[in-house]
Structures are given as C-alpha cells and as structure tokens.
C-alpha cells in the first residue's frame, strides 16, 4: 500500500515563484505630434496623441478623412518624421535614431502590408516572400517560412508570378513577405483596399489568424467596419487625436462610433493635408 503523504502545514507551504507580469506594448507614443506648413498655413496632423499597442494583439485605426490615422500609422513605424514627441518600437526610441539606424531598424524588426500590393512581376511569390532578407544578406528561418505559408495557404502558388495570382492571393504573399523576417510588429494600411469582399475576408482572417496562431502584433489603418470588426481594439481618431478606443468591436458597434466621427466632422471645415487621412 503506497505511504500517504502528511499534509505540508500552512506556515511551511513553499513560496510562490513570480507571476509574469503583462507584455510590454509592441509600439508607444508620447505626446506626438506632427504638424504640416508654418505660421497662418500650419496644419496640426496629430495633436499630442499618447498611445499604447498592445503586443501580440490586432489593432485597427479609424477615424474620418483628415483625422490623422494614416498620419498616425505612419509616424509609429517610422515612415514618417513627427514634429515632437516620443516613439518606441520594442525598447527602441526610434525618435532618437539616424537615417541608418532607422533604416536597420524597420528591417529588422517591422512588417508592412500596403494596399498595392507591391510585388516584383518578375520575381515568384516564393522569390517575393524572401526578397527582403536576400537583400539584408539575412537567412530565412525555414521552419518559421514553413509555418507562415501554411497559415495564410499558399503552399501551391510558390512557384508562380505575380500576374498568375488573384487579388487575394497576391495579397497574401504580402502578408508572407512582412512575416518572414518574424518583425516585432506589422503596418497595414487598407490592406484590403483593393480586394473584392471575398478576398478582403481571407487576407483579414490570415491577419487575424497570424496574431492568434504565430503571435504577431498587427495595427492596421481601415475605412471599413466589417474589416475593423477583425481586430481586438479599435482606435479612433478625429482632428489629429484619439477620441475613443472600442475592445472586442462588432461590424454594428464600429458603424454606429464612425457615423458619430463622420457627423462630428461634418460639423467643421476640413482641412486637406499631406498624409493626413
């Protein structure tokens, strides 16, 4: 018969290890600002906006024309200069870096999926996946490479070139191209902007599904509440600052938020700027 354990007493029970705290945010903004012209013409883009996102977590960005998401989206990956304020990407300020620095940085450790889909027509998908660590004279980790492909189901399109690919699917090598290098965080901006709404669902679900299935951090500027209704939080802007933030959002709940923004600015006079949607 097995010997029976006497119960550990209260006061001798072992003390419990660390308990991990929450994830550091994958990207941060204090006080950012950017602003476009001098003196009568200056044109304030982002007003002094602090914003946290969240790693491991799908963000999106809305806000009406002119609001400043694209602005906003822009200056976080360092695409774009801020007239003042703090950025961090990871540990890194990236308002504190040179040209170059800037330059290793966003390769190294950021993602981008753009609207066009900006693939090589000369290039196969596979050849397009890998061309910016070719370039960086970077190795693919494969296994990682292997995982990706499989997620977004592109495993039978490698060979093939841009103009043998649909919409969607060219998309999706874009999507493969901005994980490959496994970066601390991936911009999209309209990423289904050019997609019919059938292949808008699959590139949102392989976004979604990167987030929930290889851990990626995914903020993406969107017009669209459908699309928005794929993220876990939304931000929206209106005249350059953050307004309100919607977590776990609805198609219905992001509608409903938008069409106060669009009647909120529709009451004053929009100002046209550069990069300011």
């Known amino acids: 018969m097995p010997a029976i354990s006497e119960p550990v007493p209260p006061d001798r029970q072992p003390e419990p290890g660390p308990q991990p705290g929450p994830l550091p945010p994958a990207a941060r903004a204090e006080q950012l600002t950017k602003a476009y012209g001098e003196g009568d013409t200056r044109v304030v883009a982002l007003d002094a906006v602090d914003v946290e996102i969240g790693r491991g977590r799908f963000t999106a960005i809305m806000g009406p024309s002119g609001s400043g998401k694209s602005t906003l989206m822009h200056c976080l990956a360092g695409l774009d200069t801020v007239s003042s304020g703090r950025i961090w990407i990871g540990d890194t300020e990236i308002t504190a870096l040179n040209e170059k620095q800037l330059t290793r940085l966003r390769r190294d450790n950021v993602g981008f999926v753009f609207q066009a889909f900006n693939l090589l027509p000369t290039l196969t998908a596979e050849e397009n996946i890998t061309l910016p660590g070719d370039i960086a004279g970077r190795r693919t980790d494969g296994d990682w490479l292997k995982r ?129 949607r």
């Open 148 to 276: 990706v492909i499989e997620t977004l189901g592109i495993g039978d399109r490698l060979r093939h070139r841009p103009s043998e690919l649909s919409g969607g699917q060219q998309q999706r090598v874009a999507v493969a191209r901005a994980l490959a290098s496994r970066p601390q965080i991936i911009f999209a901006d309209e990423p289904t902007g050019n997609l019919d709404s059938r292949s808008g669902a699959e590139v949102l679900g392989f976004l979604r599904g990167s987030v929930d299935e290889l851990g990626q951090t995914v903020v993406m500027v969107t017009h669209d509440p459908v699309a928005a209704s794929y993220a876990d939080t939304v931000l929206f802007l209106a005249d350059g600052r953050i307004v309100e933030q919607l977590v776990a959002p609805t198609a219905d709940a992001v509608l409903e938020r938008m069409g106060r923004l669009d009647d909120r600015a529709s009451g004053t006079t929009e100002n046209h700027r550069p990069g300011g």
